[in-house]
């Protein structure tokens, strides 16, 4: 299983990027999907996720400005659309997914993180 973010880059302030998260490899079913950050000398935060049945959960940081969506037939694919950006949300963006593969239990599963850089 390969989780494949993209989409990251330098914007300026009250910019907006779209980030993708693309899921390949055998699998039964993706359950939640979410996106996290680390901005530069600090903790990894959540910022999105939403379920297998397109329930979404924001952190408070982003509310309003940042939309978590999925597809779940076209490569079975996550986007996190990031309006109003701010120089706060430079970070390394993360996607992250419970996914069941065949005659496995289900397990959780990171992407190789995509820069966004907001400049002021």
């Known amino acids: 299983v390969q989780l494949q973010a993209s989409g990251g880059g330098l914007v300026q302030a009250g910019g907006s990027l779209r980030l993708s998260c693309a899921v390949s490899?055998?699998?039964?079913?993706?359950?939640?999907v979410r996106w996290y950050r680390q901005p530069p000398g600090q903790e990894r935060e959540l910022v999105a996720a939403?379920?297998?049945?397109?329930?979404?959960?924001y952190s408070d940081s982003v509310k309003g400005r940042f939309t978590i969506s999925r597809n779940n037939a076209a490569n079975r694919l996550c986007l996190l659309q990031m309006n109003s950006l701010k120089p706060e949300d430079t970070a390394v963006y993360y996607c992250?997914?419970?996914?069941?593969?065949?005659?496995?239990?289900?397990?959780?599963?990171w992407g190789q993180g995509t820069l966004v850089t907001v400049s002021s």
């Open positions: 992250n997914a419970d996914i069941t593969r065949i005659l496995e239990p289900r397990g959780n599963y």
């Open positions: 490899g055998s699998i039964l079913s993706i359950n939640v």
């Open positions: 939403i379920t297998s049945g397109g329930g979404t959960n």
